[in-house]
């Protein structure tokens, strides 16, 4: 099992440290990983995973360190592919919901490393991560959560390239550095081919809403990696200059906003009631503070959207091929 140290932050992405002498971190051999600004020092590859939320067991897969997820706090209804879904039904499950992550929940796993995201927003991350580390065990962040941990730590990065950071990092951290490298080369020739595939769509709007049955519309503006894919399908995202990932615009902000497009997000969990792409249209077209919203009305304009193709993982780049699939006729 790897044993652990924590430090001040001094490196952006993942360095793999070797020698000794001024200007080395961590001594001989030691792995270097950046989590948001905060420096993790890896004495060895770590044994023990605990993937916490979606996206960490394809950044693990795609790295090439599946293997390694021993505990999975998370949902299984995220639409995994061959590669990913085995890691997660493999591995003990901790929890259903990976919002309710604990210090305990962590330290009863026994993993000796925590990866992921999606722990409660109350949280404070940092202090969280001081408290495993004395415990001996280290927390890692997904990069794509990180503008709500440290922003100056993601500042100018996009969010696929903090998806292939990610894929790096976790390569150079349990040692499979050429499997990452060359998924990583994959992921960038897909999103380049959907890029030329859209191209002719540039200076087109869209919004994106997240929609549930029971509760008030969402908004995502430009810290959220949908608004990226919307970049990379030649769209604008009519939120793009609200510097938050996450909001609830009022009805009069929607309407106002005019799009050409309406993405209409939902996270399906088996038993809510938007389970399906008609389900979330149905909802969209009966929310009454959208009526003065022309899009809604039309077919061609109103693109169904399972949240999770949105995540800061590689799920992302088959979320953006589903997406211009859709939009390519529309």
């Known amino acids: 099992m790897g044993r652990f140290r924590s430090g001040v932050a001094v490196v952006v992405g993942v360095v793999l440290v070797a020698g000794c002498g001024a200007g080395t971190q961590g001594g001989t051999g ?28 394809g950044l693990l897969a795609a790295a090439g360190a599946g293997a390694a997820v021993t505990h999975y706090a998370g949902t299984l209804a995220a639409p995994f592919g061959a590669e990913v879904r085995p890691v997660v039904e493999r591995a003990q499950r901790v929890l259903e919901d990976s919002h309710d992550v604990s210090f305990e929940t962590i330290i009863g796993s026994g993993a000796d490393v925590a990866i992921g995201t999606d722990i409660s927003s109350a949280t404070d991350i940092n202090a969280l991560a001081d408290r495993l580390a004395q415990a001996g065990v280290q927390l890692l962040t997904v990069s794509g959560y990180c503008a709500a941990v440290n922003p100056a730590s993601v500042e100018g990065r996009s969010g696929f390239e903090l998806i292939y950071r990610d894929i790096e990092a976790y390569g150079r951290l349990f040692g499979t550095e050429q499997v990452a490298a060359k998924a990583i080369e994959g992921l960038r020739e897909r999103v380049a081919a959907v890029e030329e595939r859209t191209a002719a769509r540039s200076g087109q709007s869209a919004i994106p809403l997240y929609m549930s049955a029971d509760g008030p519309l969402g908004a995502y503006g430009g810290q959220a990696l949908v608004s ?87 799920l992302a780049v088959d979320g953006l091929e589903l997406l211009a699939d859709q939009i390519v006729g529309a």
């Open 30 to 57: 030691s792995i270097v990983v950046d989590s948001c600004g905060r420096e993790v020092v890896f004495d060895s590859p770590p044994e023990r995973v605990l993937a916490i939320g979606s996206e960490a067991p």
């Open 228 to 314: 990226e894919q919307m970049r990379v399908l030649g769209l604008d995202n009519v939120f793009a200059d609200v510097p938050k990932r996450y909001f609830e615009p009022n009805a009069e902000e929607i309407v106002d906003s005019a799009p050409d497009l309406v993405f209409a997000m939902f996270v399906p969990t088996g038993s809510s009631a938007l389970e399906t792409d008609s389900d979330v249209v149905a909802e969209l077209r009966g929310r009454p503070e959208l009526a003065g919203l022309q899009a809604v009305a039309d077919d061609r304009a109103v693109v169904p959207l399972n949240y999770y193709y949105t995540s800061a993982s590689p």
